[in-house]
């Protein structure tokens, strides 16, 4: 079993920048494959950013490509989403998910442990 604890999360203007970051334990951290996944109002969870179990691999949705880096620290057993040039249309809740698989899937039924979610919300 593994225990995901998200935090970061806030109100920032249009254009500014968070750091979401997400504490992991119960697993050794290094065999896990980590990803951030957002649900904005009334829209389906979506795909943000993955990264590989060494960190060497890293892979973004279009949306954030260029504005947002997934980065880990396998010693601390933390991932971390940098967000920058923030936008309204980025309001939503922000969750960190675990992959026990190191395929590189994007898709959220793969994951199998889920952090609780950070709110993020981009104000125009």
């Known amino acids: 079993q593994v225990q995901l604890v998200e935090s970061g999360g806030g109100l920032v203007q249009a254009g500014g920048s968070l750091t979401l970051s997400c504490a992991a334990s119960?697993?050794?951290?290094?065999?896990?494959?980590m990803g951030w996944f957002r649900q904005a109002p009334g829209k389906e969870r979506e795909f943000v950013a993955r990264?590989?179990?060494?960190?060497?691999?890293?892979y973004y949705a279009d949306s954030v490509k260029g504005r947002f880096t997934i980065s880990r620290d396998n010693a601390k057993n933390m991932v971390s989403l940098q967000m920058n040039s923030l936008k309204p249309e980025d309001t939503a809740i922000h969750y960190c998910?675990?992959?026990?698989?190191?395929?590189?899937?994007?898709?959220?039924?793969?994951?199998?442990?889920w952090g609780q979610g950070t709110q993020v919300t981009v104000s125009s």
């Open positions: 998910a675990a992959d026990r698989n190191p395929s590189g899937s994007t898709q959220q039924r793969d994951y199998d442990y």
């Open positions: 119960g697993r050794t951290f290094n065999t896990l494959a």
């Open positions: 990264i590989s179990r060494s960190g060497r691999i890293t």
